[in-house]
């Protein structure tokens, strides 16, 4: 057993003379890189040694730099010690002269003839030397004067210039020298200055030079007597800021476009404003320089208006009208703080910016033209506060929105206008912007009378015709167009306006110097009655077109005859001529073809203005007034009818003659009677009447034995309403329901205008509807009397 485990060990360790030596595996086994290592390691220690070299050399020179730059500093010093030395000698030269020149004169007084004596030829002598000594003082002087040019010492050289020349008038420009050395050593002086004058120059010139480097700069050339030119650079020094200002701002105009005219404004005022404080403390009260403060201030503001142009939004939008608005107030304000200061710049800048701001407000109304007449941006949000929808939102049905939203898009975009202006903008242009406004209700009404357009327009011809934006077919949505425009031009619009004529009236209480002095033609003419009437001309407008419309409607029928013409006053027009004991009026004025004629028609139209326009009695009586008168006025100028009618061959009678004197009344009465009489019906209907009678009256029919009293027609007239309103004529007419909902219900409002006004109504007190009228209450005077 021991004879295996020691064979086993001896496979386990080896024998010991397998061993490689030590000195083998070195050489063995050294490799490249560690031969390169080491060499790196050489390369490294060699480097070292450089650079301590290089460090020992580099101190070596610095501290030679710094002796030489000890040296400089003591040479410079000498140089001064030397400088003052020659000029402390050059004082003991002058002394020394002086105290010679008054001892030989002295000498001279105390010898007096003796001098006399003297040799002429010695006399020259001394004055030889008297002059060489100046010569010699002159150039020092101007050697003296080099040496500061040389060193830059501009102030030192100014100053010794201005002391050379209090010492020494005749140097000074305004005294004239015949002198040769006086002439040519002025000529040196002079020379230098303008060496001087173009070195203050290169100063002001520098991108960096300060405010009191150039206060230096301006007082150096004031001293060598170069104002103008020192108020040159100081207005160019003025200019060049006020532009870096301008241009840091510029780029930042984007992110402001309502406000960034007001902080243009402020940067150019203010500097304006500066310039002209400096320039009286700097140059004084100079007329000269503050003329040229003037054109200065004059061309800046030049630029501040084309900058404004130039970096404006879009001129149609809002925010270029408040852009503008906001120039002008901070602009007017400013130039009214200007003023203390001796500049009146108002004038020129309100004729700068009125063509500017004139511009903006007409595109700003082309672009609410287009919002109101054609619907443009449909789909954007045109909120209206509740104090401006409520009143409109009344007249919207589900039907008719679009009629409506047209009135709302209207209000929406003049308040927005309005809004934009500022206090000052509406002193000097809100003449102006009302007579716009005006001029845009005036479009609006004529898109409404489009919208109205009746069945007697020639539908051949539509290829010609502009594109109807929205149509209003039936009474209730035409009452509702109606109710809208009156609402607008009598509630809305007279407050959303408030403000402009708020500011108009207290300008004109207070005695505003900018608004008596400055304002345009325009603001002095425009009278808010002028303004008011204008608005009510565009309504008459609308509602004489309704009136005309609806009247034609009655008057002709679908296929273009003629309901109400002559021949149912002739003979032979079947029961239109029949009498008996209870006459009635003609067909056309009570019914037609079993569809309501005047009667029916002003019932109906009444019933529906209830409901359309309740609350708004007023429009209603004025509405109902016009289309009565609308229908005496067409039989007054219907040619047609008065040719038939007054032709040698129509068939005359006394009925008929009878019955158009009832018609007549029966017309006048309905109006009377439903509470809005008209003196205006009430003289058309008398002068047909007079015009029916003098045909009859050429024909040999005498009206006095045919006709009965005016009282019988007037009676006649009041039974015939309150038949047709009862019922009891048989005709096909229903009853009319009596419940106020249905009809216009009549207050104690008195309606009354001047008599030479077309619609003109006479006072009346009614207090029932037009349908609701009791027999008892139509009494009235006879038709031919005036006052009724």
């Known amino acids: 057993m021991k004879m295996v485990e020691s064979s086993e060990e001896e496979d386990d360790f080896p024998s010991m003379e397998t061993v490689t030596p030590q000195s083998k595996i070195d050489t063995v086994y050294q490799s490249k890189t560690e031969k390169g290592i080491r060499k790196i390691c050489f390369e490294l220690l060699d480097l070292k040694d450089a650079v301590e070299n290089l460090c020992s050399n580099t101190r070596t020179k610095y501290l030679a730099f710094l002796r030489l730059s000890d040296e400089v500093v003591e040479m410079k010093h000498e140089l001064n010690e030397l400088q003052k030395h020659i000029s402390s000698q050059g004082i003991l030269v002058q002394d020394l002269m002086g105290g010679v020149s008054q001892e030989l004169e002295q ?30 003082q002159r150039m020092q002087f101007l050697e003296h004067v080099d040496v500061f040019l040389a060193e830059h010492k501009i102030e030192e050289a100014i100053d010794a210039i201005d002391a050379e020349e209090r010492n020494h ?29 173009n070195q203050l120059i290169e100063v002001s010139q520098q991108p960096s030079v300060g ?37 840091d701002f ?223 077919e039936t009474d209730s949505q035409q009452l509702a167009l109606l109710g809208t425009a009156f609402t607008i031009a009598e509630e809305l619009l007279p407050m959303v306006v408030s403000r402009i004529w708020n500011v ?97 028609k002003l019932q109906q139209l009444a019933a529906v203005a209830g409901d359309v326009l309740l609350g708004r009695e007023k429009i209603q009586k004025v509405l109902l007034a016009r289309l009565t008168e609308t229908v005496v006025i067409w039989l007054s100028d219907e040619q047609e009818f008065w040719g038939v009618l007054e032709h040698d061959s129509a068939p005359l009678r006394p009925n008929g003659l009878r019955q158009l004197i009832l018609d007549m009344h029966f017309t006048v009465e309905i109006a009377r009677f439903a509470g809005y009489p008209s003196r205006h019906v009430h003289k058309i209907a ?25 009282e019988w027609f007037v009676e006649t007239a009041k039974g015939a309403i309150n038949k047709l309103l009862m019922g009891a004529s048989g005709s096909d007419i229903s009853e009319i329901d009596d419940e106020d909902g249905e009809h216009i219900i009549m207050d104690d409002e008195v309606i009354s205008d001047s008599d030479d006004s077309p619609s003109s109504l006479s006072s009346v007190d009614s207090e029932d509807s037009f349908a609701s009228a009791r027999m008892e209450e139509l009494e009235s005077p006879v038709l031919t009397d005036p006052e009724n």
């Open 250 to 472: 510029l780029a930042l105009c984007p992110c402001y476009p309502e406000t960034y005219s007001a902080t243009l404004s402020n940067l150019v005022f203010s500097m304006i404003s500066l310039a002209t404080k400096e320039s009286g403390l700097m140059f004084g009260d100079n007329p000269v320089y503050t003329s040229r403060i003037i054109q200065w201030a004059e061309w800046e503001i030049e630029s501040l208006v084309r900058l404004v142009k130039e970096n404006a939004p879009s001129s149609e939008t809002s925010s270029a009208l408040r852009a503008a608005s906001v120039c002008v107030q901070a602009s007017l304000n400013h130039c009214s703080a200007l003023e203390s200061q001796g500049l009146k710049l108002m004038k020129l800048l309100l004729v700068l910016l009125q063509p500017y701001v004139e511009e903006v407000l007409e595109l700003n109304f082309r672009r609410a033209r287009k919002v109101v007449l054609d619907l443009v941006g449909g789909d954007e949000s045109m909120p209206l506060s509740p104090r401006f929808a409520s009143p409109l939102t009344t007249f919207v049905t589900s039907s008719d929105t679009m009629l409506v939203d047209c009135g709302m898009r209207f209000i929406f975009v003049v308040k927005e206008i309005v809004e934009q202006v500022t206090r000052l903008v509406i002193l000097h242009f809100g003449g102006n912007i009302l007579t716009r406004i005006s001029q845009l209700f005036d479009k609006y009404v004529e898109v409404l009378i489009k919208a109205i357009s009746g069945p007697t327009d020639d539908d051949n011809l539509t290829e010609l015709k502009e594109p109807v934006l929205f149509k209003a």
């Open 686 to 710: 008398s002068d047909i009447i007079a015009r029916a009678v003098k045909a009859f009256s050429a024909r040999g029919i005498d009206p006095q034995s045919s006709l009965p009293e005016d």
């Open 504 to 600: 108009l009236s207290e300008s004109k209480e207070a005695g505003n110097v900018l608004a008596d002095n400055l304002l345009p033609p325009i603001n002095n003419t425009l009278d808010p009655k002028d303004w008011r009437r204008q608005l009510q001309h565009s309504l008459d407008k609308l509602r004489d077109h309704f009136c005309r419309q609806y009247v034609l409607c009655f008057i002709y029928s679908r296929d273009g005859e003629t309901r109400l013409d002559a021949q149912i006053y002739l003979s032979g027009k079947g029961d239109d001529m029949t009498w008996g004991s209870d006459p009635l009026p003609s067909l056309p004025f009570q019914v037609f073809h079993s569809s309501p004629a005047l009667f029916g």
């Open 169 to 197: 008038p005749e140097l000074k420009g305004s005294v004239d020298s015949s002198a040769d050395e006086c002439s040519s050593y002025k000529s040196a002086l002079l020379k230098r200055k303008a060496i001087l004058e």
């Open 211 to 247: 405010i009191l480097e150039l206060k230096k700069v301006l007082s150096g050339l004031l001293k060598l007597g170069k104002g103008p030119l020192a108020h040159q650079i100081f207005l160019k020094s003025y200019g060049s800021r006020l532009q870096r200002s301008i241009e």
């Open 107 to 136: 000498w001279s007084r105390a010898c007096g003839d003796d001098l006399e004596a003297v040799d002429s030829s010695q006399i020259r002598e001394i004055d030889e030397i008297f002059s060489t000594e100046v010569e010699d």
